[in-house]
């Protein structure tokens, strides 16, 4: 992973949402008297659960597809991913016509194989370990020629995931805080660069589990401080930075917010039984920030990115 | 229960809309590709999931308690109910300063319990028997003065529960046919009353689980026949129809399809997974019909009311 020549910025966002409109959905934004009542804030909900693929990730893998001239595109495009990214990659392709070539793990979860491959993907199995995914994806890029698309420490992938913020300002009044749960970072990056540039008094601030709190542990330190056997029901939150991620957020994130465990499943639970919406575990860990840190929050506008919706029915966090 | 001396009018309907406009939440249609592409028509939800007390019965109940004179309203309304509807008459009660009494039986979820407590609704407990729930109402009655407000037949609960087809004919354009679910029948007859008075060439059509068809032997009859023992997951469509929307639907309705139970629980789990909405077993049963029925609707535009989506989380038809 080496650093990008250059960081994206709001009018990398700014293109890329004119080159994605056509393909990605405008979301809603939700709201709901109980939930501010409950928080004592007023709450304006961005729901990339709706998105195609049931997340936020395929407004970056669809930018970074369709940003690459048709000489690279024609050779494919591939990544290394078991989660949302690997589904968004695989229908961002199809829908430019071009091949996916997916490398993932062999213990990944049949119904997110059946996903990516009903998208067209070819898909490649690997042994569990990051150690053997990279070498697994490296053979393939190096067989097939495919351009290898980053789930997040890439620049076109973190313009378009600042789509969702920027959608969700030009839906709303003024706010007072946009929150971002964080991962890798590409979401929260696309939308820092995008409130700092809209909307200067407006604070973009993160939200992590505590049992994965490397961003913060990160941003804290100065440098990337990888997760350690990071424990947490926000599987999508699991991920260290990336130079890029790490070099925008150190600039640009006003602060992040660390949750229990136990506040997302309420979390969580409160977003399913009151708003009647899907939502999975990482993308409820933002209204947890917010649950924790009533003082903070109260009386404020809040924007809140629902990052995806993507939950195996059979296992919730609830169920005993 | 007696005939009232009128039945309501699509007039009736867009009065209720004036009246109740300024309470009841304005929802979303949504629409899917996924679900598009799986059933062959184009369908338009009408999210009355999330609607306040996350069910159409809000429109009916606010309806009918504030079409109640000054006189009338000051002692307050009663019903017996465990389900939307008790929930529905109490925040309706509540919003206009008045009392709800609600009868409900002592064996009812304690989370019904506590929603209707939370509306500031007086409960009496009842044995959990149709005859026990109505002497008690009586009783209630009698004691306080309140206004007994029937879940369904009952004309402004009807013109209330109308209100849903008015906002979905308005929202979206042409529809071939409009379904929505039959239980004692007040969602289908305000449905049927407004779909025919807006749109001659537009169907409104019922659905009704096999194992609960006692509309559909009713109406085939030209008597009202009630359910026998009906053993469906699909708990809001138990009821028998009364005189009032047996009249409506003898003379509006085109027709009614009857659904498996597993088609029920496929078509509920389909919306969960490819619209991530939460929606109850009962609201999943016009799709039902759309997937068992292919032939049917097969290229026609389908708008399909969503009634609600207050479910137990602990006990998903799907868990194991």
Redesign the interface.
Known sequence: MTMPERLPTFDDVLQAMKRIAGVVHHT?V?TSRLLNEISGAELFFKCE??QRV?AFKFRGASNAVMSLPQSQLQKGVATHSSGNHAAALALAAQLRGTSAYIVMPETSPAVKVAAVRDYGARITFCKPTLKAREETLQQVVEKTGAVFIHPYNNPDVIAGQGTAALELLEQVGELDVVLAPVGGGGLMSGTAITVRAMRPSTLPIGAEPANADDAYRSLKAGRIIPPENPNTIADGLRTALGPLTFAILSEKLERIFTVKEETIVRAM?LI??R?????EPSAAVPFAAVLENRPFFEGKRVGIILSG?NVD??K?P???
């Open positions: 809603p939700m659960n709706f049931g639970r399913w039984e708003m009647k919406i899907i939502v919706g029915l059979e919730l609830w169920s005993t």
